[in-house]
T-cell receptor, first 115, second 111 residues
Framework: GAGVSQSPSNKVTEKGKDVELRCDPI?????LYWYRQSLGQGLEFLIY????????KSGLPSDRFSAERTGGSVSTLTIQRTQQEDSAVYLC?????????????FGAGTRLSVL | KQEVTQIPAALSVPEGENLVLNCSFT??????LQWFRQDPGKGLTSLLL?????REQTSGRLNASLDKSSGRSTLYIAASQPGDSATYLC??????????FGSGTRLQVQP
């Protein structure tokens, strides 16, 4: 079956512009995660959605970052007024449920470059 | 706060060698530990998941162990092949649902 799908695969933007990154989780997976992978910082958690519960936003680095998940499926990560330090690979993962025992399956990521 | 460290950062071995990748974590209250593989420009592929109640998991030529008391996990790769070349990441669950990742070990298997 289809895995986690992310789009676009690459995004180049100018400093100060807003960007939207999309994630399609595996069908039937109720938990969805966003991570960021940048040079020198490794892989960092950003935000977590589980069903209809309030999302865990504790990893978002600033109020320029936000995410939503519509209908319990597709998620969009929005970065407003992008800065050069936002350049990174943004990875989305999903798992069948939110329990820690569940394997997280990752998409190929969106490589964001802010000029 | 959980911190995850991986040693070595990079490793180059000839084909056929058995090798061990190390992962250590600071919080022994780790819930489970997951090993991933990442190929250049690609996402993460889950290799093995060890629950906190388990000590090891095996899949083919891969064996991962977890020792919570010492705060360590190892990934053993038997009879390495050039196709095993990739970055290997370990990640643990503690209090929250998201994973805390190590910085990875970049493996190169020479033919």
């Amino acid at each position: 079956g289809a895995g986690v799908s992310q789009s676009p695969s690459n995004k180049v933007t100018e400093k100060g512009k807003d960007v939207e990154l999309r994630c399609d989780p595996i069908s039937g997976h109720t938990a969805l995660y966003w991570y960021r992978q940048s040079l020198g910082q490794g892989l960092e958690f950003l935000i977590y959605f589980q069903g209809n519960s309030a999302p865990d936003k504790s990893g978002l680095p600033s109020d320029r970052f936000s995410a939503e998940r519509t209908g319990g499926s597709v998620s969009t990560l929005t970065i407003q007024r992008t800065q050069q330090e936002d350049s990174a690979v943004y990875l989305c993962a999903s798992s069948i449920a939110g329990g820690r025992e569940n394997i997280q399956y990752f998409g190929a990521g969106t490589r964001l470059s802010v000029l | 706060k959980q911190e995850v460290t991986q040693i070595p950062a990079a490793l180059s071995v000839p084909e056929g060698e058995n090798l061990v990748l190390n992962c250590s974590f600071t919080d022994s209250a780790i819930y489970n530990l997951q090993w991933f593989r990442q190929d250049p420009g690609k996402g993460l592929t889950s290799l093995l998941l060890i629950q906190s109640s388990q000590r090891e998991q095996t899949s083919g030529r891969l064996n991962a162990s977890l020792d919570k008391s010492s705060g360590r996990s190892t990934l053993y790769i038997a009879a390495s092949q050039p196709g095993d070349s990739a970055t290997y990441l370990c990640a643990g669950h503690t209090g929250r649902r998201a994973l805390t990742f190590g910085s990875g070990t970049r493996l190169q298997v020479q033919p």
